[in-house]
T-cell receptor
Framework: AQSVTQLDSQVPVFEEAPVELRCNYS??????LFWYVQYPNQGLQLLLKYLSGSTLVESINGFEAEFNKSQTSFHLRKPSVHISDTAEYFCALAPNYGGSQGNLIFGKGTKLSVKP | DAGVIQSPRHEVTEMGQEVTLRCKPISGHDYLFWYRQTMMRGLELLIYFNNNVPIDDSGMPEDRFSAKMPNASFSTLKIQPSEPRDSAVYFCASSPPAAGINTEAFFGQGTRLTVV
């Protein structure tokens, strides 16, 4: 069985402060890992993904995540957050079996609230 | 492309009524996924199709739920009869053929279903 655990359901932080959203996963097979973001009343948008190669992956808006196989983690970080980063963030995995990466198992989500 | 298109965006219905949710995937994508999002259970995969054929429907909660994909550009999720516990946001997602490395899922805006 596979699972994703997001340890924090809510993370409040002040603008321009650093943030880390934690994600741990469990799987008996090789996986792809993703972070999706959901703004209020919107669908999910892919933020970044780890497929293979470099364990540090980055998004275009300053987020980064590091795949750590030994700790089965894929934590999301940003050195300085903006008000516009306020959203819910979902960590997810897809089994690496050569099929679609849309067959996802999601964590419960972390609500990031950035305060001025 | 306009992205994954879902309709309606909001649906309010009475218990016992039939509800049909609709999805148009991104052109050229041959995988289609139906997810359900609730406060209690988070995001769950209900069913997915490849080339219009249902591949895995193990997430469909009950026989009251059914999904079809009559062609590559249209899918429906039907609930008959609906119950208050079916109230949730239902997302449709699509992804490209599995031959490539970038086969991540693209999500629609969701349909918020309320059963009263």
């Amino acid at each position: 069985a596979q699972s994703v655990t997001q340890l924090d359901s809510q993370v409040p932080v002040f603008e321009e402060a650093p943030v880390e959203l934690r994600c741990n996963y469990s799987s008996s097979v090789s996986v792809y890992l993703f972070w999706y973001v959901q703004y209020p009343n919107q669908g999910l948008q892919l933020l970044l993904k780890y497929l293979s190669g470099s364990t540090l992956v980055e998004s275009i808006n300053g987020f980064e995540a590091e795949f750590n196989k030994s700790q089965t983690s894929f934590h999301l970080r940003k050195p300085s957050v903006h008000i516009s980063d306020t959203a819910e963030y979902f960590c997810a995995l897809a089994p690496n079996y050569g099929g679609s990466q849309g067959n996802l198992i999601f964590g419960k989500g972390t609500k990031l609230s950035v305060k001025p | 492309d306009a992205g994954v298109i879902q309709s309606p965006r909001h649906e309010v219905t009475e218990m016992g009524q039939e509800v049909t949710l609709r999805c148009k995937p991104i052109s050229g994508h041959d995988y289609l996924f139906w997810y359900r999002q609730t406060m209690m259970r988070g995001l769950e995969l209900l069913i997915y199709f490849n080339n219009n054929v249902p591949i895995d429907d193990s997430g469909m909660p009950e026989d009251r739920f059914s999904a079809k994909m009559p062609n590559a550009s249209f899918s429906t999720l039907k609930i008959q009869p609906s119950e208050p516990r079916d109230s949730a946001v239902y997302f449709c997602a699509s992804s490209p053929p599995a031959a490539g490395i970038n086969t991540e899922a693209f999500f629609g805006q969701g349909t918020r279903l309320t059963v009263v």
